[in-house]
């Protein structure tokens, strides 16, 4: 009984309560199920603060806006690490950007920040770029009108070329086949986060006979998407000159001579890799999940295509600028956001040393877990959190509203980098798809709005969708 004792209490003195950690497994025995409900029910036993046990990996979760922002915001430096696991140690250690820590993540996050800043990622450059998509997009929806079509791999390179056009200096066309493959094994790995995730706490599964969480798949697809980026690179530095800054290559490396630092390409590489993950899936995965909504609840559409109409000429492209006049299309696409809740756990950080917080115990190295799911669907804040009512970030004169518990982009030192891009992506994206278009979902059976998958983000069930020129 003492063994047994010994081998179930694991916590260390004053860390969060939690439910009892099984050996081996820990807590994972528990998310059988959508693990927002898991999370959900311990936050009814726990209180607002408590621990699990991935394997033998220690994890806090913190419920609440208040919470979460003072953990994030207040004490940034203590909670702005990232867990390590097995995948980023084989993959990119202590390399790239998201899975970095410390002094050395501030360092990386200030050089990529400094080097977008060179190429004006945050000034009228960007919408040019962005609009140029656009064009080769609806292009491509306008020779498909009338016709069962699967956004899913359009989409995905349409917003990673916007990505490709700062980054690379160059976009593909969409039925490049190299880049074809690159971005099917992008969606690959979206789709198998969660399977391979097991291996990370538990790793000796990976010696069962086959591939059952598909972690071997997922690392020879990220070796084939460094190696794809990595040739780019290399190209870049052969005919590099700092006279003539083409994109974030050329930008960063300007960077780095100009600090006296030695480039280190593998960082680079790495660096521009996580740039593409976190750029791509998010926003494209937004936009089906918009699209979807749209076509459920139609009278939205059609009051989208009226604020549309009205505010625009026939002729006239959607711009950045008109999205004070169109309160309404931007609200809705918040409210998708919001509603569908595309990253419910957001991304884990970790305590930087250890530290107290709220009266608990944190010691180094556990993993912080904030509950974004509970923050955009608080009732108490939201009123009618379940409910899709874009009406709500709009105010008494139309206007459009961004409260602060609005936070579907993270919150704290280490929110998304490319936040601005991503607004303005899903905005023009949007907006300029309902102006030509009228859309519902093809015939056949379809996902319901409660119908997703959790892998890097939660995406909805495949479906298609008729385009239907205006």
């Not at 099917?184 to 599964?205: K, Q």
Request: with cysteine; proline share 6%.
């Amino acid at each position: 009984m003492i063994i047994c004792r010994v081998l179930l209490e694991q916590r260390p003195s004053g860390v969060p309560p939690g439910p009892t950690a099984l050996p081996v497994l820990g807590n994972l025995h528990l998310f059988r199920e959508d693990p927002r409900r898991v999370l959900e029910q311990l936050r009814e036993k726990y209180g607002d603060i408590y621990s699990i046990y991935f394997g033998k990996e220690l994890a806090v979760v913190i419920h609440g806006f208040d919470k979460i922002k003072e953990a994030f915001v207040k004490h940034g430096d203590v909670f702005s690490g990232r867990p390590s696991n097995r995948l980023t140690e084989q993959v990119c250690p202590d390399k790239g950007l998201i899975t970095l820590s410390g002094e050395k993540w501030r360092k990386e996050r200030t050089l990529t920040i400094q080097a977008l800043g060179d190429l004006g990622f945050r000034k009228a450059l960007i919408e040019g770029r962005v609009c140029k998509e656009i064009s080769c997009f609806v292009n491509l929806l306008e020779e498909n009108v009338e016709a069962p079509f699967d956004i899913c791999l359009p989409i995905h390179t349409s917003i990673s070329n916007v990505i490709c056009s700062f980054i690379l200096g160059k976009r593909f066309e969409h039925g490049d086949q190299t880049f074809q493959d690159y971005i099917s094994r992008l969606l690959a790995n979206y789709r198998a986060a969660g399977a391979t995730a097991a291996l990370n706490y538990l790793p000796f599964l990976d010696y069962l006979p086959g591939d059952l969480f598909k972690f071997k798949k997922t690392l020879h697809n990220i070796f084939y998407i460094v190696d794809f980026i990595r040739t780019i690179v290399q190209d870049h530095l052969i005919t590099y000159d700092r006279s003539n800054v083409r994109d974030f290559i050329d930008a960063y490396v300007k960077r780095v001579e100009d600090s006296g630092s030695e480039l280190n390409e593998e960082q680079l590489t790495h660096a521009i890799s996580h740039l593409f993950v976190a750029g791509t899936e998010s926003v494209s995965t937004a936009i089906r999940w918009i699209l979807l909504y749209l076509c459920k609840f139609p009278d939205v559409q059609e009051r989208i295509h009226s604020e549309i109409d009205s505010a625009l000429a026939a002729e006239e492209p959607v711009a950045w600028d008109d999205r004070d006049r169109l309160p309404f299309t931007m609200a809705t696409t918040m409210e998708v956001m919001r509603h569908a809740d595309l990253a419910p756990l957001g991304v884990a950080h970790s305590a930087t040393e250890d530290t107290h917080f709220r009266g608990h115990f944190i010691p180094k190295g556990t993993m912080i877990i904030p509950y974004m799911h509970g923050v955009l669907h608080d009732k108490q804040f939201w009123g009618d959190p379940e409910k899709f009512r874009p009406q709500r970030f709009l105010n008494e004169e139309g206007s459009t509203v961004i409260p602060e518990q609005y936070v579907p982009y993270a919150i704290g030192r280490r929110t998304c980098l490319g936040e601005h891009l991503a607004k303005m992506e899903i905005f023009l994206f949007v907006a300029s798809i309902l102006k030509k278009f009228s859309i519902m979902l093809a015939d056949g059976p379809q996902p319901e709005l409660s119908d997703s998958k959790m892998g890097l983000t939660v995406a909805p069930m495949p479906f298609k969708l008729v385009f239907s020129k205006r």
